[in-house]
């Protein structure tokens, strides 16, 4: 009885089984284990809870707690699933697998739709847009001149919206991704189709690309 109640306490919670993540992720049995060293490193770096608080988040994409970044925020909102404040290992691994070079194009676009979709009214608004591409740059360490900026957007929205509303819609989305591929790019981490029981330090890396 010892030994089993030990054996319970290994795990904190919103732990789940491999098996079952890996049944509904292209990810392996062995490859949710590797995520799930990975996830207990990033859920005890500032809270010992088994849990990922946004403060741990930002520690693992900056190296600093405390660095505000839209781009991190989104993210992390979106793996916040339950929107309960933290990242389960469950919803680590979900979300996360959207990431996979072998998740389906159309969960890729999805996900970066809703990104993008900061207000989250079903679609993409010309503020928005312009946040989140200031966002990439300095999450990038990348200046360029609001002029330049204002460029980029007003050319995706041209684009883009093509029902000319000023907005994007998930429809317009997809067919200006399916015009423009490289802009799902940053939706593909090549790192996760070879994880082992060893992977030690994955860390989220995005790559501004052009629109």
Same mark, same amino acid.
């Given at each position: &009885?010892?030994?089993?109640?030990?054996?319970?306490?290994?795990?904190?919670?919103?732990?789940?089984?491999?098996?079952?993540?890996?049944?509904?992720?292209?990810?392996?049995?062995?490859?949710?284990?590797?995520?799930?060293?990975l996830?207990?490193?990033?859920?005890?770096?500032?809270?010992d809870? +088994?849990?990922?608080?946004k @403060?741990?988040?930002?520690?693992?994409?900056?190296?600093?707690?405390?660095?505000?970044n839209?781009f991190? =925020?989104?993210?992390? =909102?979106?793996?916040?699933?339950k929107?309960?404040?933290?990242?389960e290992?469950? @919803?680590?691994?979900?979300?996360l697998?959207?990431?996979?070079?072998?998740?389906?194009?159309?969960?890729?676009?999805?996900?970066?739709?809703?990104?993008? =979709?900061?207000?989250?009214t +079903?679609?993409?608004?010309?503020?928005?847009?312009?946040?989140?591409?200031?966002?990439?740059?300095?999450?990038?360490? &990348?200046?360029l001149?609001?002029d330049?900026?204002?460029?980029?957007?007003?050319k995706? &929205?041209?684009e883009? =919206?093509?029902?000319?509303?000023?907005?994007?819609?998930?429809? @317009?989305?997809?067919?200006?991704?399916?015009?423009?591929?490289?802009?799902?790019?940053?939706m593909?981490?090549?790192?996760?189709?070879?994880?082992?029981?060893?992977f030690?330090?994955?860390? &989220?890396?995005?790559?501004?690309?052009?629109?």
């Open positions: &009885m010892g030994c089993f109640c030990l054996k319970k306490l290994r795990h904190k919670a919103g732990y789940e089984a491999p098996i079952n993540l890996a049944s509904e992720t292209p990810f392996t049995v062995n490859e949710v284990e590797a995520l799930y060293d996830f207990k490193k990033l859920s005890n770096s500032i809270i809870d +088994g849990l990922i608080h @403060e741990e988040f930002q520690l693992a994409l900056f190296k600093n707690s405390n660095k505000q839209l991190a =925020d989104r993210i992390f =909102d979106l793996f916040d699933v929107h309960n404040g933290v990242i290992f469950g @919803e680590f691994v979900r979300s697998s959207v990431f996979h070079p072998n998740a389906p194009e159309a969960d890729k676009i999805a996900f970066l739709f809703k990104l993008y =979709d900061l207000r989250q +079903g679609c993409i608004e010309v503020e928005e847009l312009k946040e989140m591409v200031m966002a990439l740059l300095c999450e990038n360490n &990348m200046s001149s609001g330049v900026v204002d460029l980029i957007v007003e995706t &929205m041209i883009a =919206d093509t029902k000319r509303d000023g907005k994007i819609d998930d429809e @317009e989305w997809k067919e200006f991704v399916k015009k423009n591929p490289s802009v799902i790019k940053i593909t981490l090549s790192d996760l189709k070879d994880l082992t029981l060893a030690p330090s994955f860390v &989220m890396n995005s790559e501004v690309r052009d629109l």
